[in-house]
Each structure stands twice: as C-alpha cells, then as structure tokens.
C-alpha cells in the first residue's frame, strides 16, 4: 500500500549531492576569505614599511638597506671574480668547435701571476690535427702579457698626427709602455675569431712562413712569420695607434743583451666579441713563442680547433690523449663547479654574504619591532590575531631585504666594471671579472635566504609583546 511518506529511490543520493555541494561551497569560500586575509596583510605591511621610510624612521631603513645592498654587492663582485678564474677571461672568447686543454685545470689568472700548466709540441701536433678528416683548421693559442710601445723616436710626443682619430690619446708619449695581452695563433685564409678578434686580418701561415726568408735589420732578431698584430680598439687606446703604425716589445727586456726590441705593424684596430675592458692583441703563435721563451718546446696554452664536432674531438684526443678535450662553453655558471678555486671562492662569498647580511636584517629588524610594541598591542586590541600580527613582521622584514637585494645587484654590476677599469689600468692585463644576467635573480635569492634566517628574532619580541605590558607603560 502506498503512503504519503514514502520518498522517491533516489532521494538520498540527492541529499549526499547536496551536503557535498555545500562543503565545497563552504571549502572556496575559506579559501578566499584566506587569500584575501593575506593579501591584505601584505598591503598593510608594506604601506607601514613606506610610511616608515617616508616619515618616521627613514634612517633605519635606509640604513638597512644600504648594509643589505653593500653586502649583496659584494658577493655579486666576489662571484664575478670567480667566475673569471673558471672561464679564463676575455681570451677565451671564440668561436672554435672543439678546445683541447691541459687536464691540469688550475689555472691561477694575472691576479696572481701564477703559469699554469701548458701545452707540449702545440705546433707540430695542431698540424696533424688539421690533416684530419672533417677538420677544417687546427691552431694552438698562446697568451703572454707583453710591454708593448709606440716605435719611435724616445719621447716623442703624440700629436696632432693622431687627432683625427678618435682611439688616439692626449699627451701619450712614445715611451709610454703599456701591458698588452699578446695571443698568438696560426691564421689561415678564413674569417674566425680568437680572444674576440678576427684572425683573418692577420696574413696566412704560408705566407707568413715565406717573410722568414726576407727577414733583415731590426727584425731579425724578433719571432719568424710577419711581424703584425690585430688590436682589440681598448689596446689601441692605451698605445695611441691606429692601423698602419709600428710597435716595438719594450726595450728595457733586451737591455741586458743589447739586442734593439723587435717591431710589429698594426694591420687592423677591432672590436672585441667579448669583454672589451681588456687590450688585447692578436699576432702570430710562432713571433709569440720565440719573444715570449715557449718556442724550445713549442709550448701553448690550448689548441682550438674548428669543423666536424665530433671528428674534430676524436681527432684532438688523438694527438692529446691525455688532456682535456671539450667544447668551449663561456657563459654557464656551472663553470664554477669545475674549478676548485672558483668554487670556493664563490662558497666564501656566499656564506660571508649571507652571514653578514642575516645579522644585520636581524638587529634591524628586532630594534624595529621593540620599537613598534604599542603599534602591535593595537592591533592585538582590534582583534588582529598572533598570526596576523607575526606575518606583518615577517612581510616587513622580508621586503626590506629584497629592496636591499636588488640595489645590491646594481651595484654589484658597476663594481665589476669598476674593478676592471681599475685593475686593467694597474695591477692585471685585462679584466679580473666577468658578469652574467643570472647575478641578479642570484643576488634575490640569496637576500631570501638571509631575511628567512634573520626573521624568527624579530618574530620572537613580536609574540612576547602584551597589550596589558604596553597600556601600563
């Protein structure tokens, strides 16, 4: 018999729906009640910070900053010279397919003056290597620094001869010796790129081999091959030349044997691919071997070699079973890791970097707080909750270190190019270190890490405040 109370089959599956409906419902609407909690705790935090700056404790905050900025700063130059003693600098820029070097891999920069390991019988092995198959062109690579000047009359001064052009510079004499980064290479016919110079301004290596027969004067006590050089237009500054004129090897290095200082002509002034902070020339391997004491056992600094990549490499272990055969990578950071000075360098920068900037962000942060006792026992009062009230100081702190962070990273980039000019100008030959675009997200990162080790002391006074303690006072 049928009843009035009797319910449709489905009826509670319909109310099971329903209830599940509502609890996610229910669920989104906490979810946006939180997110919006949140963001508004953020909005508060960072217009008190700002009106903090603006108004009230300006001085701290800038003080603040500036320590977080000086600190990231440092790091960021610190890193750069480690990344300098990983890649080799400046000459390390080419455009080669395959590098073979020594498995010795310390390789201590002209920070320190230190040679590292070489190359022996670069000459007659890049010579079996360029006879290989799917080989286009194998050179060896030699880099000494070298005391070059204007060849001349001692003391003449440059004029207006050079005014014309904009390279040249006031009031040099030429007698003034400037230290040139010397890279020699075995040039053929085809347009490639050593140290960011173009090697085709550079005669042929027959060709160069055949002026040997001609050789007479002045020059015949310098290197075999053409006596030229291609400049990098920093080089061509310093000296104050421009294609077509001559350079002497500073004499004071043949006074001791009376020997007149050999002669090179400027063939060409170019643009550097790389870092144009460093002078650099570039001239023939086997002038910079007999100058430089390397040609007994024709020692180099690397071979590169051009074409097939693969062939090109097994034809490189060929001849240099035992050393390091690659392919040349100039801008990966992960460089560091390869090089145990680099990476140490880099990890005592880090944890200095992080050390000095989470104790100063700490006592900042914690001076900041004890000072704003009444400021959170108000919003205690207002029904802000312990949560609330710590996120606030977090969200502060957290943003003060990353506006450090980021004016630390500026000024880390022109404290690099500051530290070349100055040490180009000095102590080093060329620049002592480099920059990538991944220093400045580096630089925020580590500011994170810093402000999260340094917030739980200023959290800690926060959750001690008390808004009976702060009304007696």
Same mark, same amino acid.
């Given at each position: 018999?049928?009843?009035?109370?009797?319910?449709? %089959? $489905?009826?509670?599956?319909?109310?099971?729906?329903?209830? #599940?409906?509502?609890?996610?419902?229910?669920?989104?609407?906490?979810?946006?009640?939180?997110? *919006?909690?949140?963001?508004?705790?953020?909005?508060?935090?960072?217009?008190?910070?700002?009106?903090?700056?603006?108004?009230?404790?300006?001085?701290?905050? @800038?003080?603040?900053?500036?320590?977080?900025?000086?600190? @990231?700063?440092?790091?960021?130059?610190?890193?750069?010279?480690?990344?300098?003693?990983?890649?080799?600098?400046?000459?390390?820029? +080419?455009?080669?397919?395959?590098?073979?070097?020594?498995?010795?891999?310390?390789?201590?920069?002209?920070?320190?003056?230190?040679?590292? !390991?070489?190359?022996?019988?670069?000459?007659?092995?890049?010579?079996?290597?360029?006879?290989?198959?799917?080989?286009? /062109?194998?050179?060896?690579?030699?880099?000494?620094?070298?005391?070059?000047?204007?060849?001349?009359?001692?003391?003449?001064?440059?004029?207006?001869?050079?005014?014309?052009?904009?390279?040249?510079?006031? +009031?040099?004499?030429?007698?003034?010796?400037?230290?040139?980064?010397?890279?020699?290479?075995?040039?053929?016919?085809?347009?490639?790129?050593?140290?960011?110079?173009?090697? +085709?301004?550079?005669?042929?290596?027959? $060709?160069?081999?055949?002026?040997?027969?001609?050789?007479?004067?002045?020059?015949?006590?310098?290197? %075999?091959? &053409?006596?030229?050089?291609?400049?990098?237009?920093?080089?061509?500054?310093?000296?104050?030349?421009?294609?077509?004129?001559?350079?002497?090897?500073?004499?004071? &290095?043949?006074?001791? *044997?009376?020997?007149? %200082?050999?002669?090179?002509?400027?063939?060409?002034?170019?643009?550097?691919?790389?870092?144009?902070?460093? %002078?650099?020339?570039?001239? /023939?391997?086997?002038?910079? &071997?007999?100058?430089?004491?390397?040609?007994?056992?024709?020692?180099?600094?690397?071979?590169?070699?051009?074409?097939?990549?693969?062939?090109?490499?097994?034809?490189? !272990?060929?001849?240099?079973?035992?050393?390091?055969?690659?392919?040349?990578?100039? *801008?990966?950071?992960?460089?560091?890791?390869?090089?145990?000075?680099?990476?140490?360098?880099?990890?005592?920068?880090? =944890?200095?970097?992080?050390?000095?900037?989470?104790?100063?962000?700490?006592?900042?942060?914690?001076?900041?707080? +004890?000072?704003?006792?009444?400021?959170?026992?108000?919003?205690?009062?207002?029904?802000?909750?312990? /949560?609330?009230?710590?996120?606030?100081?977090?969200?502060?702190?957290?943003?003060?270190?990353?506006?450090?962070?980021?004016?630390?990273?500026?000024?880390?980039?022109?404290?690099?190019?500051?530290? $070349?000019?100055?040490?180009?100008?000095?102590?080093?030959?060329?620049?002592? !270190?480099?920059?990538?675009?991944?220093?400045?997200?580096?630089?925020?990162? @580590?500011?994170?890490?810093?402000?999260?080790?340094?917030?739980?002391?200023?959290? =800690?006074?926060?959750? #001690?405040?008390?808004?009976?303690?702060?009304?007696?006072?």
């Amino acid at each position: 018999m049928d009843t009035d109370d009797e319910q449709p %089959p $489905n009826a509670g599956n319909e109310r099971r729906g329903q209830s #599940r409906d509502e609890r996610r419902t229910d669920e989104f609407s906490g979810r946006g009640t939180n997110r *919006t909690r949140w963001v508004g705790l953020g909005r508060l935090a960072v217009t008190r910070l700002w009106k903090r700056t603006t108004k009230t404790t300006s001085r701290r905050v @800038i003080a603040t900053i500036s320590a977080v900025a000086l600190t @990231i700063a440092l790091l960021v130059v610190v890193t750069g010279v480690a990344l300098a003693l990983a890649d080799g600098g400046t000459t390390t820029e +080419n455009d080669a397919d395959v590098q073979v070097t020594p498995e010795s891999t310390d390789l201590l920069s002209s920070i320190n003056g230190v040679e590292g !390991a070489r190359l022996g019988e670069a000459n007659e092995r890049a010579a079996s290597i360029r006879a290989g198959e799917g080989v286009d /062109h194998a050179t060896p690579v030699l880099t000494e620094p070298m005391r070059l000047e204007r060849a001349g009359e001692g003391g003449t001064t440059v004029t207006e001869s050079n005014e014309t052009d904009a390279n040249a510079t006031d +009031n040099r004499t030429a007698t003034d010796p400037q230290t040139i980064l010397l890279v020699g290479v075995t040039p053929d016919e085809e347009p490639r790129t050593v140290a960011g110079l173009p090697t +085709n301004e550079l005669a042929a290596e027959s $060709n160069a081999a055949a002026d040997d027969t001609v050789t007479t004067g002045t020059n015949a006590t310098a290197a %075999p091959g &053409q006596r030229e050089l291609v400049l990098s237009t920093t080089a061509a500054e310093r000296l104050g030349v421009t294609a077509g004129d001559e350079l002497a090897v500073s004499s004071s &290095q043949f006074e001791a *044997t009376d020997t007149p %200082p050999p002669t090179v002509t400027v063939t060409a002034v170019a643009e550097t691919s790389g870092d144009d902070e460093t %002078p650099v020339a570039l001239g /023939h391997l086997r002038a910079l &071997q007999t100058l430089s004491g390397a040609s007994e056992g024709e020692l180099a600094d690397r071979v590169l070699v051009w074409g097939e990549s693969d062939a090109a490499a097994d034809e490189a !272990a060929a001849a240099y079973p035992d050393a390091t055969v690659e392919t040349p990578d100039r *801008t990966d950071p992960s460089l560091l890791f390869d090089d145990g000075l680099a990476f140490v360098t880099s990890v005592l920068a880090l =944890v200095v970097g992080v050390a000095i900037c989470a104790a100063f962000v700490a006592t900042t942060a914690g001076m900041t707080v +004890n000072e704003d006792r009444r400021m959170l026992a108000v919003l205690e009062s207002v029904g802000f909750p312990t /949560h609330s009230r710590l996120a606030i100081v977090a969200i502060s702190t957290q943003a003060l270190t990353l506006c450090g962070a980021l004016l630390g990273g500026v000024l880390g980039f022109v404290g690099i190019h500051a530290l $070349n000019a100055v040490a180009s100008g000095t102590i080093a030959p060329g620049a002592i !270190a480099e920059t990538h675009p991944l220093f400045l997200p580096y630089a925020l990162v @580590i500011a994170c890490v810093a402000g999260l080790i340094a917030i739980p002391y200023p959290l =800690v006074i926060a959750a #001690r405040t008390s808004v009976l303690a702060e009304v007696s006072r």
